[in-house]
Every structure is written in C-alpha cells, then in structure tokens.
Nanobody, 127 residues
Framework: QVQLAESGGGLVQAGDSLRLSCVYS????????IGWFRQTPGKEREFVAMISSNVGRSDGGRPYYADSMKGRCTISRDYAKSTVYPQMNALKPEDTAVYYC???????????????WGQGTEVTVSS
C-alpha cells in the first residue's frame, strides 16, 4: 500500500515562491515516478511536473514539466526522506488550484495511470 501526503500550500501574492512537499510511504514508492497535478473546480486534474525514480540513473531522477511550469518550477527528490519537492517560482493567479501528488510505475503525464493520490494542498495566488 502506497500512501502520499502533500503540504506546503498557502496564500501568496503574484511573483512569490512556494515549495510544496509530498511525503510518500510504501516499499515500492522509491522506485516509482512521483507526479504533481493540480485541479480547479469543474476542471480535470492537470499535469504540473513529475520526477522518475533514480533506478539505473546517476542522478536523483529525471524531471519533466508542463509547458506552463517550465522555467518556473524545479522538482527534486530526497530518497532518505521519501519526499518530493516542487519549488515553484514567479507564481501567477492562474496557478491557483489544489495540488496533488500521485504515484505511477511509469514515467507518464497521463493522470489516469496514477494509482495512488494524496489529499491535496491548496495554493492561492492573489494578484
């Protein structure tokens, strides 16, 4: 059983930065991709960023970002703490959403492939 828990959301002003956290547990989670998605009322969950596991790699994992977050987001992973951190900078009002992390065996942006989710953390960016 994989469990995930997000934190770090809050109310910020446009241009500010936030670092979210996703703590995960479960024997296989360290070998999985951890992805971040966001959702606003009435809309589908939207991909934000993801990071692969470090299996077979010399670095901490392969990062990948949505076009809307490229240049504004850096995702990292601490395997000792079983935590993934997306650092989001230059936040915009349109970044306002509930942010979720999820686990996937595959390196994929397809929300339907993520089998486990946290409860979400709310980010509000005021103009």
């Amino acid at each position: 059983q994989v469990q995930l828990a997000e934190s770090g959301g809050g109310l910020v002003q446009a241009g500010d930065s936030l670092r979210l956290s996703c703590v995960y547990s479960g024997e296989t989670a360290n070998r999985s991709t951890i992805g971040w998605f966001r959702q606003t009322p009435g809309k589908e969950r939207e991909f934000v960023a993801m990071i692969s596991s470090n299996v077979g790699r010399s670095d901490g994992g392969r990062p990948y970002y949505a076009d809307s977050m490229k240049g504004r987001c850096t995702i990292s992973r601490d395997y000792a703490k079983s935590t993934v951190y997306p650092q989001m900078n230059a936040l915009k009002p349109e970044d306002t959403a509930v942010y979720y992390c999820g686990r996937n065996w595959y390196f994929s942006t397809n929300v339907r492939e993520y089998g486990y989710w946290g409860q979400g953390t709310e980010v509000t960016v005021s103009s």
